[in-house]
T-cell receptor, first 117, second 113 residues
């Protein structure tokens, strides 16, 4: 199956700093990638849809100036958490759309655990 | 508003028996459904999908059933194996384009050896 990687897998940072998370599709091109956030024992919450070559589409309630998304190529999307605060601590997961036409699905990365002190 | 619901947060099943995980949805526009498996601190792994034109899809030990009138789908795993122990999420989409998935809250399955 399709492979999606994320880097880093875990990051600890001080409050007020910015953190960049990379999402790569390793064996296919993804014009569309998605960023999710998961709190403990809760569902995956879609944060934004990342479109190659254009601005990301953010879900209601997600601050676009805080969670900067850049989809610079067909295989790379980045999420930057700016001026991180402890409440931003969470598990961030990206996914890339792929699969046969008409049977497309999302292939998920392994996730990035962010802890803001 | 949770459009996709998994009302059982956990399930324990004996190895070799059948595991049945349930999922309900409220949006009648959903017509593409998926099940994902997730281990702690890892991303979800796609398991099986079903489109609304079908009521059953089978892949090895995994079968998904869809009841559109009841807005209900279920995942059957038979026979259950200890390696199946994980959190299972169902997801729904208004199309099969792979966009805009809505996830349930997950059911933690434990298969007892």
């Amino acid at each position: 199956g399709a492979v999606v990687s994320q880097h880093p897998s875990r990051v600890i940072c001080k409050s007020g700093t910015s953190v960049k998370i990379e999402c790569r599709s390793l064996d296919f091109q993804a014009t569309t990638m998605f960023w999710y956030r998961q709190f403990p024992k809760q569902s995956l919450m879609l944060m934004a849809t990342s479109n190659e070559g254009s601005k990301a589409t953010y879900e209601q309630g997600v601050e676009k100036d805080k969670f900067l998304i850049n989809h610079a190529s067909l295989t790379l999307s980045t999420l930057t958490v700016t001026s991180a605060h402890p409440e931003d601590s969470s598990f961030y997961i990206c996914s890339a759309r792929g699969g046969r036409q008409g049977q497309e699905t999302q292939y998920f990365g392994p996730g990035t655990r962010l802890l803001v002190l | 508003d949770q459009q996709v619901k998994q009302n059982s947060p956990s399930l324990s099943v004996q190895e070799g028996r059948i595991s049945i995980l349930n999922c309900d949805y409220t949006n009648s526009m959903f017509d593409y459904f998926l099940w994902y498996k997730k281990y702690p601190a890892e991303g979800p792994t796609f398991l099986i999908s079903i489109s609304s034109i079908k009521d059953k899809n089978e892949d090895g030990r995994f079968t998904v059933f869809l009841n559109k009138s009841a807005k209900h789908l279920s995942l059957h795993i038979v026979p259950s194996q200890p390696g199946d122990s994980a959190v299972y999420f169902c997801a729904a989409s208004p199309s099969n384009t792979g966009n805009q998935f809505y996830f349930g809250t997950g059911t933690s399955l434990t298969v007892i050896p």
